[in-house]
Structure formats: structure tokens, C-alpha cells
């Protein structure tokens, strides 16, 4: 996550201040699931799915069969539902 957000910086000039808060507080995992939990997209989301970068959300990371096992199947699937909405066919995951 940390990785992920010094990417967002650096690549696209976005300070995910957001994203860095919940991981500073939450860590990397927490802070995933408690914006997979969220209502609505993260600003982060928003900008990235502008730029045509929903590979580089938090979304995207939870349905990456290398971590979602760390997710519950809520969180899966509203990651999915997410990323379809913004035009993205999400991976095959076990959600």
C-alpha cells in the first residue's frame, strides 16, 4: 500500500493524502478494508479512474489473487462492483 500511494505521488503528481492518513493510522491492510468498507469511492478512486489508472486502486489490489485472501467476500465484491461501474472488467477472483 505504501508503495502504492508513493506511486500515485510520484507518477501522477497526486498527493493521496487520504490513502497515506489511513495507512499511517490503519496500516496497509486496514486501510484497504476500511475504504473497501466505505459507501462510496475515495477521491484517490475518482482521480484515478479520470487518469485511466484503476489498476492502481485499492480495489484493483484487493481482487490481485496475491492479497485477496485478506479481504472478506463483502469486500471483493464491492470491489468488483466498483471497478465495473467504472468501466473495468475486474480479474477472476474466488468473490
Known sequence: M???HEYILLELDHDAWE???LIVTHG???AARRLLDSRSVSPTFRLL???GRLDLT???LALDARWSSLFSDGQLVRAAERLMRAGLRP?????
Do not use: Y
Open 49 to 51: 479512474r479520470r487518469r
Open 19 to 21: 490513502l497515506r492518513d
Open 28 to 30: 496497509g491492510v486496514g
Open 58 to 60: 485499492v480495489e484493483s
Open 91 to 95: 480479474p477472476n477472483t474466488a468473490a
Open 2 to 4: 505504501r508503495r502504492r
